[in-house]
């Protein structure tokens, strides 16, 4: 990928898509194609087709999906399963009648076993049970992985699939019942601050340990694995690092001023102790994550002010 490409971004107005776009503008990109759901519906198979027929664009980076947390996706589980089967066969399938040549592939973490040795390296793929509550949309995303291979394998063409851990950072999600850990702490103890209340409710008991990337570090990643015209296997991106969720509940109570006490609530599951990414593919490749988590949080608070404030 060049600066003289056409390039898409599929789901560019998401949390993932708008990071993609501000890195590709901020890198000299003058091309860059981010339809809007109302000029484009990714799930219709057709009006993809015809969309990509059109534009041509050189380079198609696929992070449109439905996503949500546990309980979005453990209540809407036939929705999360086929609208994201829609969305990648459309977009995978489209780009490949279309003479698309790259394309990547965002998958989620969520694709490996529940049970997974950690870190986790690309290679636990299939190798176990999934975490039952977000199943249907990882098996979703391990047919979209699995449809890139089939489309190198068989086509030639260089369709890669990266592994982001989770995600944060300007344009995030703070509804509660959907939003996913960190925004929800953002929101959580930015309004116990405001309300002067002095508790900030944690779910479980705070020991379980997670990974968490700021989101324009990881589209800085894959702007330079594009750039690298890397055409390996499935590939994990994140920092490297976990933190507990006590330590990151501390981390955003430092972040927002709020001089309160962590109140557990351990009547809620805490989920696996640990999740954490080998990256070491990743860092041999000459990549590595830039934002600290304490800068990351700022950044994301101020745009939850911005926006919320
Ligand atoms: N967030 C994370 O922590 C995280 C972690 C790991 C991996 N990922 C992966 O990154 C990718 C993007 O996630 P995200 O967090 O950026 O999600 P997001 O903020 O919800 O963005 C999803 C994007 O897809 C678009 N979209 C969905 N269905 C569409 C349709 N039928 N037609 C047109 N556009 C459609 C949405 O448009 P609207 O705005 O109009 O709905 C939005 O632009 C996903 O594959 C996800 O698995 C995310």
Same mark, same amino acid.
């Not at 809007?36 to 664009?57: E, F, G």
């Given at each position: 990928?060049?600066?003289?490409?056409?390039?898409?971004?599929?789901?560019?107005?998401?949390?993932?898509?708008?990071?993609?776009?501000?890195?590709?503008?901020?890198?000299?990109?003058?091309?860059?194609?981010?339809?809007?759901?109302?000029?484009?519906?990714?799930?219709?198979?057709?009006?993809?087709?015809?969309?990509?027929?059109?534009?041509?664009? *050189?380079? /198609?980076? $696929?992070?449109?999906?439905?996503? =949500? +947390?546990?309980?979005?996706?453990?209540?809407? %589980?036939?929705? &999360? #399963?086929? *609208?994201? /089967?829609? $969305?990648?066969?459309?977009?995978? =399938? +489209?780009?490949?009648?279309?003479?698309?040549? %790259?394309?990547? &592939? #965002?998958?989620?973490?969520?694709?490996?076993?529940?049970?997974?040795?950690?870190?986790?390296?690309?290679?636990?793929?299939?190798?176990?049970?999934?975490?039952?509550?977000?199943?249907?949309?990882?098996?979703?995303?391990?047919?979209?992985?699995?449809?890139?291979?089939?489309?190198?394998?068989?086509?030639?063409?260089?369709?890669?699939?990266?592994?982001?851990?989770?995600?944060?950072?300007?344009?995030?999600?703070?509804?509660?019942?959907?939003?996913?850990?960190?925004?929800?702490?953002?929101?959580?103890?930015?309004?116990?601050?405001?309300?002067?209340?002095?508790?900030?409710?944690?779910?479980?008991?705070?020991?379980?340990?997670?990974?968490?990337?700021?989101?324009?570090?990881?589209?800085?990643?894959?702007?330079?694995?594009?750039?690298?015209?890397?055409?390996?296997?499935?590939?994990?991106?994140?920092?490297?690092?976990?933190?507990?969720?006590?330590?990151?509940?501390?981390?955003?109570?430092?972040?927002?001023?709020?001089?309160?006490?962590?109140?557990?609530?351990?009547?809620?599951?805490?989920?696996?102790?640990?999740?954490?990414?080998?990256?070491?593919?990743?860092?041999?490749?000459?990549?590595?994550?830039?934002?600290?988590?304490?800068?990351?949080?700022?950044?994301?608070?101020?745009?939850?002010?911005?926006?919320?404030?």
């Amino acid at each position: 990928m060049n600066k003289q490409h056409r390039v898409m971004v599929a789901g560019g107005t998401g949390l993932v898509g708008s990071a993609l776009v501000r890195r590709l503008h901020a890198g000299g990109y003058a091309n860059v194609l981010a339809p809007t759901r109302q000029t484009l519906d990714v799930a219709d198979a057709a009006a993809v087709r015809a969309y990509l027929q059109q534009h041509q664009p *050189d380079v /198609l980076f $696929i992070a449109a999906a439905k996503v =949500g +947390g546990i309980q979005a996706n453990n209540t809407h %589980r036939a929705d &999360f #399963l086929l *609208d994201n /089967l829609r $969305i990648q066969t459309s977009l995978i =399938g +489209g780009a490949h009648e279309a003479g698309i040549q %790259r394309l990547m &592939f #965002l998958g989620s973490s969520c694709i490996y076993p529940r049970m997974a040795v950690q870190p986790i390296t690309e290679d636990a793929l299939l190798t176990g049970p999934l975490e039952p509550t977000n199943e249907p949309y990882a098996v979703a995303k391990i047919a979209g992985i699995k449809l890139c291979e089939a489309m190198a394998h068989q086509h030639g063409r260089a369709y890669v699939s990266v592994m982001p851990t989770n995600l944060y950072g300007p344009g995030d999600h703070y509804d509660l019942a959907t939003s996913h850990v960190l925004p929800a702490l953002i929101r959580k103890v930015h309004e116990a601050k405001q309300r002067g209340e002095a508790a900030v409710p944690v779910w479980g008991t705070g020991t379980p340990r997670r990974e968490f990337l700021f989101v324009d570090d990881l589209a800085d990643a894959c702007v330079y694995l594009m750039e690298q015209a890397y055409a390996g296997p499935l590939l994990n991106i994140g920092t490297g690092e976990d933190i507990s969720i006590c330590e990151l509940t501390e981390l955003v109570m430092s972040v927002v001023g709020h001089t309160g006490h962590l109140q557990f609530d351990t009547s809620q599951p805490d989920g696996t102790p640990r999740k954490l990414l080998d990256v070491s593919r990743l860092t041999a490749l000459g990549w590595q994550a830039r934002t600290s988590m304490r800068e990351g949080i700022a950044l994301a608070y101020a745009d939850y002010l911005a926006r919320f404030g």
